[in-house]
């Protein structure tokens, strides 16, 4: 990513074998291992950026600056600025990038 601002580092989990039901709000990065039912957001105004591991799975709106997907969603995505989905992603909803 050349003439972009360096990616916020990882400083979340939600690991494998959890659950969470509810919604997130986070700023940096978070990676989500896990099972989320809910929206997942960044914060506005602050640096985000989601990943969503192969095994993982959300069931509610995402949104953040980069969001990486390699897992499931279920609902609809919004990159601000950049969205990557990787070979075994899988988005049953609107997808919408910068």
């Known amino acids: ?3 972009k601002k360096k990616m916020p580092l990882i400083k979340s989990l939600i690991a494998s074998g959890t ?3 509810g919604d ?3 700023e940096d990065g978070l990676r989500i291992d896990g099972v989320v039912t809910g929206d ?3 914060r506005e105004g602050k640096p ?3 990943v969503v591991s ?3 799975r959300i069931e509610g709106a995402v949104s953040a600056d980069h969001v990486i997907v390699n897992g499931t969603v279920l609902g609809p995505v919004e990159a601000k600025q950049l969205i990557e989905l ?3 992603a899988r988005v049953e909803g609107n997808v919408e990038y910068k």
Do not use: H, R, W, Y
Request: aromatic share 4%; hydrophobic share 45%; glycine share 14%.
């Open 1 to 3: 990513m050349l003439g």
């Open 48 to 50: 985000s950026v989601l």
């Open 19 to 21: 659950t969470i039901g």
């Open 54 to 56: 192969e095994n993982a």
């Open 40 to 42: 997942v957001k960044g």
């Open 86 to 88: 990787q070979p075994k």
């Open 24 to 26: 997130i709000s986070f």
